[in-house]
């Protein structure tokens, strides 16, 4: 018996070693047949003013991949776009991506960075190298000039045209960074049209109409429409400042939670370009006058669409932003505008610089103009409904006693807060105790018919038959 075990030993020991080893073989084979791994090779992307960016990515050792990816960064943004792309054929040497600069429409100046990933059945990935592109607008020849942070570009005019523009810009920057304490270290491009139907294309189609210019934050660019007789325009004066304000702006409240409202932003731009004049002046008081004065809260995010609302809402803006200053110094505003660069909500901002919430600093500014509270408009908090006698019964007394301590003897009674339902008063009561009386008899006739049901299956044995 002991040779027999040892024999059967030794032969098991063999199996085992065999199947070890085919079993390394197999995984050799399958690691062998899934190492290939592709080849990328320099990415490129070709863009045109009002064309589709290609891009494009050579790749070779391509082998079967069940997703293919385009990632799009836009800007200095952190996370990129992701489109799934249909998985190229076998054999394929290069993936493409065409992207539509209309939908949604793409600014000039605005930089792109790209990549490709791939993912295998296996779930391995490979990420492409980036290709950086700008999307500009080639459909003129810009002349450049710079200084410091500022590049101006323009196409028809002078060379002393771009002189003053760069001049009036850099200003415009100073007395921003001034204000708000900051210091810009990044380009500023501020690009000069002097077609309006150009100066329209280039801004898209939703740019409401009569606006001579545009700043936006996230690619650093401020758009203009000054033709070359206009330079001297005291127009041009208002309009570069206002727009590069907003640069500087953003620049002293980035954060990635929350932006300030939309009136503390513009009315600091007029604030700064033009000041509080005596036409906004005039519109604030005939505003109050007439009781279409709008309130701050609905001033947060869009202006109005309507010419006169859309005008009104940047007067008040700056009223707001002179009002603050002359109550509460302007300290008190370089404060607000840096509190808001630690993400903080709108209250926490102005009652960490000014002491008291944003609603307290509306009713502070309407008092200071003798304006009573606008008068809200759209959906309306519902009236409150009908109160059943006993809830406002004291302890103790009956629903007829009146109401308890505490609660305002003086109020509408019950019907008069609104019609009377179904169930309401003491036709309520008795049907409440007729369906409480009702749930007890059906409680009891419940336990009944579980205890007889118990006790018939205790006298039937395993088999269906009596325990005899």
Do not use: C, K
Not at 65 to 70: K, N, P
Not at 120 to 130: E, H, Q
Not at 287 to 315: C, H, I, K, M
């Amino acid at each position: 018996m002991t040779a027999m075990r040892e024999s059967w030993g030794s032969r098991a020991g063999r199996w085992r070693a065999a199947t070890l080893v085919a079993i390394g073989i197999l995984a050799a084979g399958a690691g062998s047949a899934t190492a290939a791994e592709p080849t990328f090779g320099t990415p490129s992307a070709e863009a045109s003013f009002g064309r589709p960016i290609e891009f494009r990515q050579p790749v070779s050792d391509l082998g079967p991949v069940t997703r293919v990816e385009f990632l799009l960064w836009v800007a200095d943004g952190t996370v990129p776009t992701v489109r799934l792309v249909p998985p190229p054929g076998p054999g394929a040497t290069t993936l493409g991506f065409s992207l539509d600069v209309e939908a949604p429409h793409l600014l000039p100046n605005t930089p792109l960075t790209a990549r490709w990933r791939l993912t295998a059945a296996d779930g391995r990935t490979w990420l492409g190298p980036p290709v950086h592109v700008v999307y500009a607008d080639d459909r003129f020849r810009w002349q450049t000039r710079a200084s410091g942070v500022v590049r101006v570009h323009w196409v028809e005019g002078d060379p002393a045209f771009g002189a003053r523009a760069l001049r009036i810009a850099e200003d415009a920057v100073a007395a921003a960074e001034a204000l708000f304490g900051v210091h810009e270290e990044r380009p500023i491009d501020f690009f000069i049209y002097a077609d309006q139907a150009a100066f329209y294309d280039a801004l898209g189609p939703g740019t409401r109409e009569n606006v001579g210019g545009q700043a936006n934050a996230a690619i650093r660019t401020l758009f203009a429409q000054i033709g070359p007789g206009l330079l001297d325009s005291p127009w041009v004066g208002v309009v570069i400042p206002h727009e590069l304000t907003h640069l500087v702006f953003d620049t002293a409240v980035r954060n990635p939670y929350h932006f300030p409202p939309r009136w503390l932003n513009e009315g600091l731009a007029v604030y700064l370009s033009e000041g509080y004049g005596s036409s906004d002046r005039s519109a604030v008081a005939a505003a109050v006058r007439d009781g279409t004065l709008q309130p701050l809260s609905g001033l947060t995010a869009q202006f109005p669409t309507r010419q006169e609302a859309f005008f009104l809402a940047y007067s008040e803006s700056v009223a707001a932003v002179d009002f603050l200053v002359r109550r509460f110094g302007r300290d008190a505003l370089v404060r607000l505008v840096r509190a808001y660069a630690g993400g903080v909500t709108d209250d926490e901002a102005f009652r960490a610089a000014l002491g008291v919430d944003l609603a307290g600093f509306e009713a502070a500014w309407l008092a200071d103009l003798g304006a009573p509270p606008p008068t809200r408009y759209g959906p309306q908090p519902a009236p409150p409904g009908p109160i059943p006698d006993d809830w406002r019964a004291g302890p103790g007394s009956s629903p007829q006693a009146g109401p308890s301590a505490g609660i305002d003897a003086s109020g509408p009674s019950p019907t008069a807060r609104g019609p009377a339902l179904p169930g309401d008063g003491a036709g309520a009561d008795v049907g409440r105790g007729v369906a409480v009386v009702g749930l007890v008899l059906l409680g009891l006739a419940a336990v009944g018919v579980g205890l007889a049901l118990r006790r018939r299956r205790r006298s039937i044995g395993p088999g269906g038959g009596g325990e005899g």
